[in-house]
């Protein structure tokens, strides 16, 4: 876990228990924008039965400036969190996982409003660093076992992400910040805070701006991003607005292509974009790609562009003291794009582009540059209504909620021309396409209930337990059917409805403090993740290739379901062990049986995805996972402390599967691209108006296929952060100025960062751990 600059973090605060009684009191007494070194960054429920641990936005801009509320969980024990890109904005080579659970069985939050289950083709939400901007958040808590009974999430087994932004400040005044570093990275922060005006009024304004080339070629990752948040509180009475815009352009990385036999697959696969005529000359004078370069040949260029909207308005009364009615409304738009340009002789293009230009010049078609491009074309209209009693009565604290959500989401896939005379860039939008290959609209409202009880025992006894129900009702349709042959192993996307309902997913849990150094937790909850809602792509129904194959699973298909078991103790203790004047740790089991898993069986192999395919669903069983966390923090005095976690998971499918006739031997196998070792470690310092912060991350070896055939190797990263606070003259207009230098990959290792698991044995894709980059960060406040 991350450390604080002066008086270090581990599970437990070092200084301070901060316990968080309920989502909706999390969210209201969240820090406002804490920067001084000395604060605690890391808050724990002690009356929470689950293993919940959160990193204050302080500790967030520590690892990076303007970094995802996403990355800044990767010092925790039991997360694995791997990008291309330092800021972990690029949300084409995310890999998530918690406990074994990937970044689509976990569920994400934005003060309480639903994120979706990250996807990276958008249906049902938007990623955190979207929803706010890095320096406006709060903290970010996780629930790495189980998430709570109230989260608004389809998709929460194996636990939640919960986001929470910033409240007003209550001076008036502004902060600006420029980060400037490795590879052109520049990115502006402002935002002006009102203070208190009227009647217990408060609101800010904030804008941030950030431009970087990518590191392996040269386009330019970024956009902008705007927040404001309006809170009034006064009398019984809390209301808060929020509104947040992003428009970000971010161009992505290709995989490298891995084949069993095959030797000298390249570390990068850099674009030829900006330089069209190398991007023409590649080709050969009948558009082939050079045979060298196999599967790893080299596209143009390709980009994720996003467009959000995202708003809510949260109101509570507070009936007398021990009573309070929470109600808040949420709407959400999003227009994105995917798109990707590259030779139309690769990855089976030929063949799909002949079934609506029989016989004709494919070259002159699209443009006479021998490339074509590709989009994803993404819509989302969802709004919801969350609701939440919370009523206390004697030893009882007891919540009553529900969560409603109406969400209309499309995709279509388009093809357009690549000009000779008029190329498109990364930054354009294509329009006018030549080819509709297929279009999905998809509607579906989401309807969440809970009920849950505190029971305070006895003093040092707490008994939680309560359960929740789970519904979803979805309906599909067509507006664009593939044409024959233009999707591989579809005769035609289904049209249809699926309704699911789980009316009872109960938990139970308890909390007992042995000491009052110690304490014992323990949860039980069982939990299922509703059918992803998305056509064409994913475990989603709506992918499979026929109507037969759709009426099929709507009759015989299960959703995925776990049943989570934690058990853990917490300690905090000062200590006179001579340098040693303090220890903060925790120890965790926890046990999941993870029953009815789906894994989305593609008829194309990995290298051919360009071309796309219908998805076929296996159910392969299920999977036994057993793990534990092992954290402490040692404390050196007030100015020196050391952190270190070590975790354990062993994920394994408990059965073979059938692909078409042939069995896959996966039963006793690991589950792929989650390590079975995890060693995270801190050592941090102040003195004064310095600090600074190492941080070193291994993750162990990871298997890249289903059978466990192939695997790639452990790696090692460090990050570096120093600052120093220069106080300025009471008479100035600027308080103070911070400066701030990062250096990320300090052992600039090269290696596997993100493992996109194989389509079939013996092949498996991979993106490569960005170099060592340098970063520097003026901050100042007025």
């Not at 959000?308 to 738009?333: K, M, P, V």
């Not at 092992?630 to 073979?656: E, Q």
């Not at 192939?710 to 120093?722: D, H, I, N, Q, T």
Request: charged share 15%; hydrophobic share 35%.
């Amino acid at each position: 876990m991350l450390l604080l600059r002066g008086r270090a973090a581990c599970l437990l605060t070092s200084t301070a228990l901060i316990s968080l009684t309920s989502a909706a009191f999390a969210q209201n007494a969240g820090p406002h924008d804490k920067t001084d070194p000395n604060e605690t960054v890391t808050v724990v429920s002690h009356r929470s039965p689950r293993s919940a641990v959160s990193v204050t936005g302080a500790e967030i801009q520590k690892i990076l400036p303007g970094t995802s509320p996403l990355r800044a969980l990767q010092t925790l024990p039991g997360v694995t969190f791997e990008t291309a890109d330092p800021w972990g904005n690029n949300e084409q080579n995310i890999t998530l996982f918690v406990h074994g659970f990937n970044q689509q069985q976990l569920g994400y939050t934005l003060d309480d409003v639903p994120l979706g289950d990250q996807n990276y083709g958008n249906y049902n939400g938007l990623s955190p660093q979207r929803a706010v901007i890095s320096e406006n958040v709060a903290r970010v808590t996780l629930n790495s076992g189980a998430g709570d009974l109230a989260t608004a999430s389809t998709s929460n087994l194996g636990g939640t992400i919960e986001t929470f932004t910033s409240d007003p400040k209550h001076r008036f005044g502004g902060t600006v910040g420029q980060t400037f570093g490795s590879f052109s990275t520049f990115r502006t922060y402002a935002r002006v805070d009102t203070g208190d005006f009227g009647n217990g009024n408060a609101a800010y304004v904030s804008f941030a701006r950030q431009d970087a080339r990518a590191w392996d070629f040269q386009g330019h990752q970024g956009g902008y991003q705007v927040n404001a948040k309006f809170v009034h509180d006064a009398g019984a009475d809390r209301v808060v607005a929020y509104f947040d815009y992003s428009d970000k352009t971010e161009p992505n990385e290709d995989s490298i292509v891995h084949v069993a036999g095959e030797s000298g697959a390249p570390y990068v696969r850099p674009f030829t974009y900006p330089d069209f005529r190398t991007a023409l000359n590649y080709l050969s004078a009948n558009g082939a790609t050079p045979a060298a370069d196999g599967s790893n040949y080299r596209n143009y260029f390709s980009d994720a562009q996003r467009t959000d909207y995202l708003s809510y308005l949260r109101w509570e009364h507070r009936f007398g003291t021990n009573l309070t009615w929470t109600n808040q409304l949420y709407f959400h738009h999003d227009d994105g794009v995917g798109v990707v340009a590259g030779p139309i002789s690769a990855a089976g293009l030929p063949a799909l582009f002949s079934v609506y230009y029989p016989g004709q010049n494919l070259r002159q078609i699209f443009g006479g540059t021998g490339y074509a491009t590709r989009t994803t074309e993404y819509e989302i209209n969802r709004g919801g209504y969350l609701t939440a009693l919370d009523w206390t009565l004697g030893n009882h604290r007891i919540e009553i909620g529900g969560w409603v959500e109406r969400n209309s989401a499309s995709a279509f896939r388009r093809w357009y021309p690549l000009e000779l005379g008029d190329p498109l860039t990364p930054y354009d939008r294509p329009s006018d396409p030549l080819i509709t290959q297929y279009g999905s609209q998809i509607d579906v409202t989401e309807l969440q209930t809970h009920i849950e009880d505190n029971w305070r025992i006895l003093p040092g006894v707490m008994l939680a337990y309560g359960f929740k129900s789970s519904m979803q009702f979805a309906h599909g349709d067509v507006p664009v059917q593939p044409k024959l042959g233009s999707l591989v192993g579809s005769t035609g996307l289904p049209v249809g409805t699926i309704d699911t309902t789980r009316a009872f997913l109960p938990e139970i849990g308890a909390t007992w403090d042995v000491t009052k150094h110690e304490q014992l937790f323990a949860n039980v909850q069982k939990n299922v993740r509703q059918y992803m809602t998305y056509g064409a792509g994913g475990l989603s129904p709506w992918s499979l290739g026929s109507q037969q194959a759709f009426d099929l699973f709507k009759r015989t298909g299960e959703p995925e379901t776990s049943w989570t078991y934690e058990v853990g103790l917490r300690s905090q203790r000062s200590l006179r062990l001579g340098p040693i004047t303090g220890f903060d740790g925790q120890a965790e089991y926890y046990h999941v049986d993870f029953s009815n898993r789906l894994l989305s069986i593609s008829p194309t192999p990995v290298i051919s995805s360009i071309v796309g395919g219908a998805a076929i669903i296996a159910n392969v069983g299920s999977v036994t996972t057993d793990g534990v966390d092992l954290a402490g923090t040692l404390h050196f005095g007030p100015h020196l402390s050391a952190y270190d976690a070590i975790s354990y998971n062993d994920s394994r499918y408990d059965d073979d599967y059938m692909s078409g006739r042939a069995v896959v031997s996966t039963a006793g196998r690991k589950v792929p691209a989650s390590p079975e070792w995890l060693n995270k470690s801190v050592i941090s310092a102040n003195w004064g108006a310095a600090d600074a912060q190492l941080i070193g991350d291994y993750v162990g070896p990871r298997y890249a296929t289903y059978t466990n055939d192939l695997s790639v190797k452990s790696y090692f990263l460090l990050s570096l952060e120093a600052g120093y606070r220069f106080r300025l003259p009471k008479n100035a207009f600027l308080r103070d100025l911070y400066v701030q230098g990062n250096i990320t990959n300090l052992n600039n290792q090269r290696g596997v960062s993100t493992l996109v698991v194989g389509a079939a044995s013996g092949t498996y894709n991979t993106y490569p751990i960005a170099p060592r980059m340098y970063f520097l960060t003026l901050t100042t406040h007025f």
